[in-house]
């Protein structure tokens, strides 16, 4: 196999279009993880046992299940159910759900380690 450099050329702005996309889907699910994590962390420690349960497993089964297999599942499992999401709405979904439960595990253990008063 012989390095063809004008071919390399001649891809780099499908390359260039495909970092600004993964930087795009990468600061978005962030946001979405930073926001979404708070909202589990102050539901699971201001709510009742069966509401912080439910959320305890759930974010127990999100984080148990690997992210290749949640985005497998929200692009091409739910539009067999009718929900149809564009690649990147399901990036960001996907990356948000799947860190949220770990940054809502970050957030509660230090909500929790802070002495009251």
């Given at each position: 196999?012989?390095?063809?450099?004008?071919?390399?050329?001649?891809?780099?702005?499908?390359?260039?279009?495909?970092?600004?996309?993964?930087?795009?889907?990468?600061?978005?699910?962030?946001?979405?993880?930073?926001?979404?994590?708070?909202?589990?962390?102050?539901?699971?420690?201001?709510?009742?046992?069966?509401?912080s349960g439910t959320?305890?497993?759930?974010?127990?089964?999100?984080?148990?299940?690997?992210?290749?297999?949640?985005?497998?599942?929200?692009?091409?499992?739910?539009?067999?159910?009718?929900?149809?999401?564009?690649?990147?709405?399901?990036?960001?979904?996907?990356?948000?759900?799947?860190?949220?439960?770990?940054?809502?595990?970050?957030?509660?253990?230090?909500?929790?380690?802070?002495?009251?008063?």
């Open positions: 196999m012989q390095w063809d450099m004008n071919f390399a050329l001649s891809i780099l702005p499908r390359l260039y279009e495909g970092v600004l996309i993964t930087i795009q889907a990468t600061v978005l699910g962030a946001l979405f993880a930073f926001s979404f994590g708070l909202v589990l962390a102050v539901s699971r420690i201001a709510t009742g046992r069966f509401v959320i305890y497993w759930l974010s127990e089964f999100i984080r148990r299940t690997p992210l290749l297999v949640q985005l497998y599942f929200l692009f091409f499992l739910l539009p067999e159910a009718g929900i149809v999401l564009s690649p990147l709405t399901a990036g960001v979904i996907g990356l948000g759900l799947h860190y949220s439960t770990y940054t809502a595990e970050v957030y509660r253990a230090g909500i929790e380690n802070v002495d009251k008063g």
